[in-house]
């Protein structure tokens, strides 16, 4: 495994890299098999439960807790695939060759194949991110629009931290978000990235202390 790749843009995007194919080996597992198991995936959202709910989880509903892990999975995986995208890196997009650490509070450490083959087209969503949407819809009844929100929102955080870390590609960033952004699964393709971004979602946090105004930036809820 390598060293650390877009650290510069901020926690949330730094990615080892290891070659396709490779064996994963502990503490390290596969995306691919969350997926193929998703009691692995049900004991991440049960932990999120209980951490919103200060201890209880039974104090926030299932659904409420499941669309906050999807937002933290989708943030910590399209990250690192934007700035592939910006900075012309090939990351492999399937869940086989994505490495993760099963962690809370925080980005958990992630690992990522890289490809000699050409990237995706422009505005692809990695299999990963979709794979992932699916399951959170089919197993916990959150929404495609709150989870293409969801996926929106990750995308403009992204681009606006790329933009941060370093002025010469913010724009390259927001082209690169608006392609993804554009695509149908994330918000209709009606959003665009920029400092109006607002998703037309709310990703359900506000449940947690029953106050529509405890929202975040972006949301469609915002006041003023």
Do not use: K
């Not at 200060?54 to 299932?62: C, D, F, P, W």
């Amino acid at each position: 495994m390598n060293d650390h790749v877009f650290a510069e843009f901020g926690p949330f995007f730094a990615s080892e890299t290891h070659a396709a194919g490779a064996s994963v080996d502990g503490p390290w597992s596969t995306l691919a098999a969350a997926l193929a198991n998703p009691q692995r995936i049900d004991g991440r959202v049960e932990r999120v439960q209980t951490a919103l709910g200060a201890g209880a989880a039974s104090n926030v509903s299932l659904r409420v807790a499941a669309s906050v892990t999807h937002l933290g999975l989708v943030a910590r995986l399209l990250a690192p695939a934007l700035a592939a995208a910006v900075t012309n890196t090939h990351l492999s997009p399937d869940p086989a060759d994505i490495w993760w650490q099963d962690h809370l509070g925080g980005p958990f450490p992630l690992s990522v194949a890289t490809v000699d083959a050409e990237p995706a087209a422009d505005g692809e969503l990695p299999s990963a991110v979709d794979a992932l949407t699916a399951l959170f819809d089919t197993s916990y009844s959150v929404g495609p629009r709150v989870l293409g929100g969801n996926v929106a929102s990750a995308i403009n955080s992204a681009a606006r931290m790329i933009g941060t870390a370093r002025p010469e590609l913010a724009d390259s960033a927001r082209r690169h978000a608006d392609l993804f952004l554009a695509h149908p699964d994330v918000e209709g393709g009606h959003l665009r990235a920029g400092p109006s971004f607002r998703r037309r979602s709310c990703c359900l946090i506000y449940q947690v202390s029953g106050d529509r105004t405890a929202v975040c930036g972006d949301c469609v809820l915002t006041y003023g």
